[in-house]
């Protein structure tokens, strides 16, 4: 089973920063990798998928890298609605989350 | 417009079961793979199974495999989840999410299984 080890579980950041948010495969995926946003009583909703393209209606703020085991989420200017928990998924090798980046601003 | 629409979900004791059905419109179903992911009370979310376009493979994690088999309807636009021998710890929101890569949710159904 392939694992997902994302990382920080927690962070809190103003508005206006850039923030990062990283996983690690246990092993490869390729760019069979999708983050997810879960506002707090929402529905999640998937912001980058392919590791790097932009789901349609997502600001641009948010992107995507990474191939292979390591892929990182980056927010280029926080902005307060973007108060929310985000996940990584790998699905190369049936399903698996990382276990979640609470992000506050 | 993509709607996926969960239904099926309820109260019943452990040990018993419940079948899952995720009615699907807006998009050529039968072109995408299909995702139930749930998420239990205050935790994280679980990707729990899928299957590919026209239901030949099915793919489980580890946890329920042999209680919950994953199917899907392609004339009738509809992916189903049967869940038996329900555990306490089975409580919890199952979404339904369009694709390996889940780009599109549905708003969930809320199951609960009491002791």
């Known amino acids: 089973d392939i694992q997902m080890t994302q990382s920080p579980s927690a962070m809190s950041a103003s508005v206006g920063d850039r923030v990062t948010i990283t996983c690690r495969a246990s092993q490869a995926i390729d760019t069979l990798l999708v983050w997810v946003q879960q506002k707090p009583g929402k529905v999640p909703r998937c912001l980058i998928y392919g590791a790097s393209d932009l789901q349609i209606g997502v600001p641009p703020r948010f992107s995507g890298r990474g191939y292979g085991t390591e892929f990182t989420l980056t927010i280029s200017s926080l902005q307060p609605e973007d108060s929310a928990t985000y996940y990584c998924?790998?699905?190369?090798?049936?399903?698996?989350f990382g276990q979640g980046t609470k992000v506050e601003v | 417009e993509v709607q996926l629409v969960e239904s099926g979900g309820g109260l019943v004791q452990r040990g018993e079961s419940l079948r899952l059905s995720c009615a699907a419109s807006?998009?050529?179903?039968?072109?995408?793979?299909m995702t139930w992911v749930r998420q239990r009370p205050g935790k994280g979310l679980e990707w729990v199974a899928n299957t590919n376009r026209d239901g030949s493979a099915k793919y489980y994690v580890d946890f329920v495999k042999g209680r919950f088999t994953i199917s899907r309807d392609n004339a009738k636009n509809s992916l189903y989840l049967q869940m038996d021998d329900l555990r306490v710890d089975d409580t919890a929101v199952y979404y339904c999410?369009?694709?390996?890569?889940?780009?599109?949710w549905g708003r969930g159904t809320l199951v609960t299984v009491s002791s």
């Open positions: 999410a369009r694709a390996g890569g889940t780009d599109f």
């Open positions: 807006g998009f050529t179903f039968s072109n995408y793979w």
């Open positions: 998924l790998q699905h190369k090798d049936g399903g698996t």
